[in-house]
C-alpha cells in the first residue's frame, strides 16, 4: 500500500530556513499533483503550496508566497518544499497529499484536503526565538 512521508521539520529560529521532504514509498509521484498543508492550534487547515504531476503549474497562498519553493526530485520520488524567511506564523504541523487529478490545476493551492487521495502524517515546524 501506498504511503506518504513528511520529514525536515524542526525548530529554526525567526529568519531561518528549512526544506521539509514528502516521499513516497510503493507508488510513483510521476502521475500525481502533490499539495502542502499546514494546520496550526485554533486556525484552520491552509493549503500551502501545489505542484501539478507535470512539474509546469505551481501554486503558493499568499501568506507564502516569495517565500517557499516546491519541487520535485522524481529520481527520489520526493517532493520538496523549501521554506526561506521564516516566521513565527508558519509554526504548523505540514502535511503532503497526493492526487491524480486536481482541476483546475491553474489553482491548485485553493484546492481542499478532500480532493487528494492520498495524505502524510505530518511534520512539525516551530519557528521561534
Excluded: H
Aim: glycine letters at 10%; one cysteine or more; aromatic letters at 10%.
Amino acid at each position: 500500500q501506498g504511503q506518504l512521508v513528511e520529514s525536515g521539520g524542526e525548530l529554526v529560529q525567526p529568519g531561518g530556513s528549512l526544506r521539509l521532504s514528502c516521499a513516497a514509498s510503493g507508488f510513483s509521484l510521476d502521475y500525481y499533483a502533490i499539495g502542502w498543508f499546514r494546520t496550526a492550534p485554533g486556525k484552520e487547515r491552509e493549503g500551502v503550496s501545489c505542484l501539478s504531476s507535470s512539474d509546469n503549474t505551481t501554486g503558493y497562498a499568499d501568506s507564502v508566497k516569495g517565500r517557499f519553493t516546491i519541487s520535485r526530485d522524481k529520481s527520489k520520488n520526493t517532493v520538496f518544499l523549501q521554506m526561506n524567511s521564516l516566521k513565527p506564523e508558519d509554526t504548523a504541523t505540514y502535511y503532503c497529499a497526493a492526487a491524480l487529478l486536481i482541476a483546475p490545476i491553474s489553482d491548485c493551492v485553493k484546492a481542499t484536503w478532500d480532493e487528494y487521495d492520498a495524505w502524510g502524517q505530518g511534520t512539525q515546524v516551530t519557528v521561534s526565538s
